[in-house]
């Protein structure tokens, strides 16, 4: 072993700027490489797992590194590339690399000595052998529900903890306490196996004797297992107990009695959700029609020459069926795919229809999965070999741009308008779909945007020429587009024809709806039973008392809640300001809506698809679940409805109120409105029957809405662009914003107004505000933003630069030390 003396730089888990430099013991040398784990100390006590960027020999100049402790892979888990986007995420993100690490990485890779471990609660004993220091670990852990990282290394010790822990992991005995919350579940499976004491021929032969005269039953349970067991060449193999009791009628009891006598071992196994697939399809079968056909070449012969190429279809065109042959194209290749969606909730319908014509083939990554599984498909796309591909197609949410691909060929972004793609909280506020085009550049790999409603921007990028453009105008078969009606509020509000919040109109289409047992969508952008209370006397309104927003009740808790932070209080029936008990609430939420209707129409059978009924794992699976049984009649839901899903039989649509969503306060108001009445209309008469799409609005002459009703994107984007361009908005001006946020409302504005002071001495004209927010009070903070607007090309480096600079300068002096500044680039 060379007796020389490395250094490493080190990317730690944190939201400090830079890397960190440490000396590496000799006895580490060889096991050195870019991209593994390493555990090192940072601060008097903090123990983490950090990240090796480099490694050299500079010997750092004015300081003495410190020792790294233990070396945790032999193999890299994240490859120069991905750090180098990492780098330009950073960069462009303006977030530190240790925030950006922390957003790429599976929970399991991220240990420090804060980490929480719990028992794995589908952990069986027995399943994997321990040695000692395990052994004291899961004592501990069976005492109590949790311990951290650094109890674990004091049951244990220091140096060999981290490592220790990390293979526990694996085996899948430790989870991570996040972990947990998501409530995991592994799914089971019984399995059987031949005892050892039966595995020979004599014993079988004898045991066949005996039950031929006792129990004929058994003798044929031993039989069907045999015979499935043959099948695998062992006699002794491990056979799922369905399997074996599937070769006979009532086989339960003689199985058990079989147990009993120790003739067979019957346990439990996990088995992962992501493997019990079936490719019964071939991608021949997908017969285009002649537009999806015409789409596919022009796609084709565009992507030669560009990396990107927008695909704009209207909903039910058949976009799905042509990501379908583009990524069959690139697999045969050899080379990789990554789909990416907006939200999770999506992928279990889209994974089946993949799963048809790959199999096996595609994996699901996202962090709602439990932490194994997560690992476990890094693990795979990392050792991913030409010629033994696993997953050679990954399914994933905004996360999955940080997989470890190694040839990569093709990225979908389906959906691609949708705001789901932008990390909102915690830093780097990443935007997928645009990181996907840089993820894309590294690879040489081509990206396919997909959507109905393009989003502004890409659009735009696609008249101008950076990316190609294909339209797909029509639905695919004798899909029509569905008809789009008027349910003028204002008029029936005057002829008294309204029943609550419904329209005589509405009414009476969902009534026939269901008279014709077809089915209904009812979409109401508010969650709850009334967005507010208001006194009737004062209009005063109920508050948060940590946030700058009404509280919303809830009848089904018979609570007031904080939409932002969790708050709850019981019901007010009087008024705080004035006494008076007049206290009345407004507007009107999802759970209204169901009651009313529930009410009007008792017999249909309604439900409801908001955040509020799908907490729980596979609810939102279950509702889609009994939605496309014809279980449910008519389905209430907030945006949730409008994304994604393709329901045969429902033949009305309907919007509850279109106007508080155009008349929202934002530069994107008119754009999100158009996509958000344009996606749920497309939920309408998907098969042979055209479909009505009824939008209840007080205003039906507001241009989105003739848009919508004239399925009329051109126009809509014609007249954003105009704006976008006079009003200084992107595609045309980048925009940062900063929030500045603390306890203390005054110290606030000072701190804001010098901020501001700070960026205009520097970018002038170009940074606007402080101004209060929408919502100016959040979790007992107080918000004031500024925003910065730099046109196109303005030195995009350099402004970078300067801002750092600003920022540290500002935060190092000590007036504002605690004022927190959060950069959002491109916000959403
Ligand atoms: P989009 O994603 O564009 O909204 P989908 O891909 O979901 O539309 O297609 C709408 C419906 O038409 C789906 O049920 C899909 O299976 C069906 N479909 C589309 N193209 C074909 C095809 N070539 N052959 C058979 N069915 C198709
Ligand atoms: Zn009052
Ligand atoms: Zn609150």
């Not at 000799?26 to 870019?34: C, G, H, Q, R, T």
């Not at 955040?611 to 939605?627: P, V």
């Not at 003739?706 to 014609?718: H, S």
Request: aromatic share 10%.
């Amino acid at each position: 072993m060379e007796r020389k003396t490395y250094f490493v730089d080190l990317i730690l888990p944190l939201p400090v700027p830079g890397t960190f430099t440490y000396r590496v013991p000799f006895e580490f040398n060889d096991w050195l490489k870019v991209g593994i784990r390493v555990v090192v100390q940072f601060g008097s006590r903090k123990v983490y797992a950090a990240i090796v960027k480099e490694i050299h020999e500079r010997i750092p100049q004015d300081y003495t590194p410190k020792y790294i402790l233990a070396i945790l892979d032999s193999e890299a888990i994240v490859y120069p590339d991905q750090l180098k986007m990492w780098e330009w995420m950073s960069h462009y993100y303006l977030s530190s690399i240790g925030e950006v690490m922390n957003a790429a990485l599976p929970s399991a890779f991220k240990l420090s000595s804060e980490s929480k471990l719990l028992l794995n609660p589908s952990f069986q004993l027995g399943e994997i052998t321990l040695n000692e220091k395990e052994e004291l670990i899961l004592i501990a852990l069976q005492n109590q529900d949790s311990i951290s990282l650094s109890q674990a290394a004091d049951i244990t010790d220091q140096k060999k903890v981290f490592p220790i822990i990390k293979g526990l992991i694996e085996k899948g005995m430790l989870l991570m306490e996040e972990e947990l919350q998501e409530k995991y579940k592994a799914k089971k499976q019984s399995l059987i196996q031949l005892n050892k004491e039966y595995n020979s021929e004599e014993s079988i032969r004898n045991l066949f004797e005996i039950l031929e005269k006792k129990a004929y039953k058994q003798l044929e349970v031993v039989m069907a297992y045999l015979h499935l067991a043959q099948r695998e060449g062992k006699t002794d193999a491990i056979i799922r107990k369905k399997a074996v009791l599937s070769q006979l009628d009532n086989g339960t009891a003689a199985l058990k009695a079989l147990e009993k006598k120790g003739v067979f071992r019957i346990f439990e196994q996990n088995i992962s959700r992501l493997k019990d697939v079936a490719k019964t399809k071939k991608i021949e079968d997908i017969i285009f029609s002649n537009a999806q056909q015409k789409a596919m070449d022009e796609l084709q012969s565009i992507l030669i020459e560009k990396t990107t190429c927008l695909l704009h279809g209207i909903t039910g065109s058949g976009k799905t069926e042509i990501y379908i042959k583009a990524m069959a194209e690139v697999v045969n290749e050899g080379k990789q795919v990554l789909y990416l969606l907006p939200e999770i909730a999506l992928t279990s319908q889209i994974v089946n229809r993949l799963r048809l014509y790959f199999g096996e083939k595609v994996g699901v990554y996202h962090s709602r999965y439990n932490i194994h599984e997560r690992v476990e498909i890094w693990n795979k796309v990392l050792q991913e070999k030409e010629g033994e591909m696993s997953y050679q197609i990954i399914l994933s949410a905004r996360s999955g741009i940080f997989l470890p691909f190694k040839n990569l060929g093709l990225i979908i972004v389906d959906e691609e308008h949708d705001s789901s793609y932008k990390q909102f909280d915690p830093a780097p506020r990443y935007h997928a779909r645009d990181m996907a085009l840089v993820l894309a550049q590294q690879h040489q790999a081509k990206v396919i945007l997909g959507s109905a409603t393009p989003a502004v921007e890409t659009f735009y990028n696609a008249r101008s020429g950076k990316f190609g453009l294909v339209n797909l105008k029509e639905r695919y078969g004798e899909g029509r587009l569905p008809e789009i009606l008027i349910g003028d509020l204002k008029n029936e509000t005057r002829r008294k024809t309204m029943n609550g919040h419904f329209s005589t109109f509405l009414i009476n289409h969902i009534k026939a709806a269901l008279e014709r047992k077809e089915q209904i969508i009812l979409f109401q952008n508010r969650r709850g039973f009334a967005p507010r209370l208001e006194c009737e006397q004062c209009n005063w309104i109920p508050q948060c008392p940590n946030c700058d927003v009404s509280l919303v009740y809830h009848k089904n808790q018979n609570r007031l809640r904080c939409h932002i932070c969790g708050y709850s209080t019981h019901l007010i029936h009087k008024c705080s300001d004035c006494g008076s008990d007049e206290v009345r609430m407004k507007g009107f939420g999802t759970e209204k809506i169901e009651e009313d209707l529930g009410i009007m129409l008792p017999e249909a059978r309604i439900k409801r698809l908001d955040l509020d009924t799908t907490r729980a794992k596979n609810a939102y699976e279950n509702i889609f679940e009994s939605f496309t049984d014809h279980q449910i009649d008519i389905l209430v839901g907030t945006q949730m409805v409008t994304k994604g899903l393709d329901f045969e039989n429902v033949s009305v649509v309907g919007v509850l109120n279109a106007d508080n969503m155009i008349n929202f306060p934002d530069f994107r108001a008119f754009e999100r409105s158009f996509q958000m009445l344009v996606q749920v209309s497309g939920r309408a008469g998907r098969k042979k029957k055209k479909g009505k799409v009824i939008i209840q609005s007080f205003n039906p002459y507001h241009s989105v809405i003739q848009y919508v009703m004239n399925n009329d994107y051109q126009k809509m984007y014609d007249t954003q662009i105009l704006e976008r361009r006079n009003f200084k908005y992107p595609p045309f001006y980048r925009l940062i914003k900063f929030s500045l946020r603390h306890k203390d409302y005054r110290e606030l504005n000072n701190a804001a107004a010098d901020f501001a002071q700070l960026l205009r001495e520097k970018f002038g004209a170009r940074v606007l505000g402080p101004e209060y927010p929408m919502v100016a009070k959040i979790r007992g903070y107080f918000l004031k933003e500024v925003l910065l607007k730099l046109e196109k090309g303005f030195k995009t480096d350099h402004s970078r630069k300067e801002i750092k600079t600003i920022i540290d300068t500002f935060n190092s002096g000590k007036q504002y030390k605690a004022i927190r500044i959060i950069i959002d680039v491109d916000p959403m």
